[in-house]
């Protein structure tokens, strides 16, 4: 409940009698008015410093003497951790927590410079991992969501580095990612946290399979064992579902894609794509088995229909993109379907672009090849805005009602 929400609901209240003036004043008096955009600013603030610091540092590097890198690199840390530490204790929140991302990225900026300064070499991506492991340090002990997402990034940006520099997977990344920053997320239940959680988990299974040189589709299995896992979460909508949203579009962009290059069997070379029939099918019956178990457990049964995105179509030998498009329309009525049945806002909101962008992708493959490429635009622009126009209506109009509904109990 939040004090936006109070401040439009509490005047119906009174009107009807439910509760008094005084009672609803009462009732705001308990949520302190917030300014979101004012708070961000220290945020904000502390990115462009950090940036300006470390470009004039790269800049400049060269001239400084080396003790002097030293101690600039040492008392810059110190500084901004200290700073971020004083502001806390005198309850300036947003300003300790910008400082003590400053603190951080100064860590890690150090660390690389240090390195250029006495010529160290680097065979794998631990400056990078300890690196992300300090934020993930500096998380716990302040618990702060911005610390949290930067630690993701610094983790996403470790991967990266193992991967385009050294060609390989760092596996003491993933664990650490997925055994610190996975529990964190567990522990605070907030499902932007936990989206961004398994949003970093698939990118990193899509690096692992480039890295790993394997076929791609193997990079679904760990990607849909991230699903499976948000099955067995009781509370769907504290953890459950935004853990399954990246895997789930994972697999829909995919479809998206065979889609629009519309893929047949035989006609290119498989080997970078599909993987041996008889093992992934296996793990893939086993991580259903498993998601079908979790879904029985708490009563959600009818979502086993979202498995339909991973169905392997691609093995078919022809009408693979027909199957994956009808595919994508299916998955996204049926998301709308949940959203509005379920009355959660976040499925509707997803159902919709989802819809949306089947629909768009639907009269790209069947419009493209013959129609004339201006009215292509002009009549794709128009399905656009009309679908857009007519979703949004039906969803107000489904809200309006069930506000009504709700008051009249």
């Known amino acids: 409940m939040s004090r936006k929400w109070l401040e439009k609901e509490t005047p119906i209240w009174v009107e009807r009698g439910i509760v008094t003036r005084e009672q609803a004043d009462q009732l705001l008096s308990m949520y302190e008015t917030k300014n979101h955009a004012v708070g ?7 990115i462009l410093v950090g940036l300006g610091i470390l470009s004039f540092i790269a800049a400049n590097w060269q001239d ?8 600039m690199i040492v008392l810059l840390m110190i500084g901004f951790y200290a700073g971020g530490e004083l502001a806390l204790r005198r309850g300036h929140d947003k300003l300790g927590i910008a400082l003590i991302s400053l603190g951080v990225v100064s860590f890690g900026g150090g660390i ?14 631990g400056t990078f991992i300890l690196w992300a492991c300090a934020g993930m340090v500096a998380t716990f002990i302040y618990r702060s969501r911005y610390l949290y997402l930067l630690s993701l990034l610094l983790f996403d940006i470790a991967q990266w580095y193992s991967v385009a ?4 997977f760092s596996y003491t990344a993933f664990a650490l990612l997925a055994a610190g920053l996975g529990f964190y997320g567990w522990k605070r239940r907030h499902p932007l946290l936990i989206w961004c959680f398994s949003f970093s988990v698939t990118v990193q299974a899509l690096m692992w399979a480039i890295a790993s040189d394997v076929p791609f589709l193997w990079m679904f299995i760990p990607a849909m064992a991230l699903y499976v896992l948000g099955d067995w979460l009781k509370d769907e909508r504290h953890g459950g579902y935004a853990l399954q949203t990246a895997p789930l579009a994972a697999a829909f962009i995919f479809a998206v894609f065979l889609v629009m290059i519309g893929h047949e069997r035989g006609a290119v070379d ?12 296996g793990a893939l019956l086993l991580l259903f088995a498993v998601s079908l178990a979790g879904k029985l457990r708490n009563g959600r049964a009818s979502s086993a229909f979202e498995w339909i995105l991973l169905a392997p179509f691609v093995y078919l030998p022809s009408g693979v993109d027909v199957l994956y498009l009808l595919a994508l329309f299916f998955f996204s009525l049926y998301v709308l379907w949940r959203g509005y049945a379920e009355e959660w806002r976040f499925k509707i909101n997803f159902g919709t672009v989802l819809f949306i962008c089947s629909t768009m992708v639907a009269y ?38 069930t506000k009504e509904g709700n008051g009249h109990v």
């Not at 961000?40 to 502390?46: D, R, Y």
């Open 40 to 46: 961000l600013l220290p945020i904000l603030g502390s």
């Open 364 to 401: 790209g493959k069947l419009t493209w090849d013959f129609m004339d490429k201006s009215l292509f635009f002009i009549l794709g622009g128009c399905i656009l805005i009309g679908l857009s126009w007519f979703l949004n209506r039906r969803k107000k109009r489904f809200f309006d009602d």
């Open 165 to 168: 520099e050294f060609d390989s």
């Open 112 to 125: 690389v410079l240090i390195g250029q300064m006495f010529h160290l070499v680097a065979y794998n991506a």
């Open 270 to 281: 498989d080997g970078w794509l599909l993987a041996s029939p008889l093992y992934y099918f």
């Open 64 to 71: 400084i003497p080396q003790l002097v890198r030293l101690a």
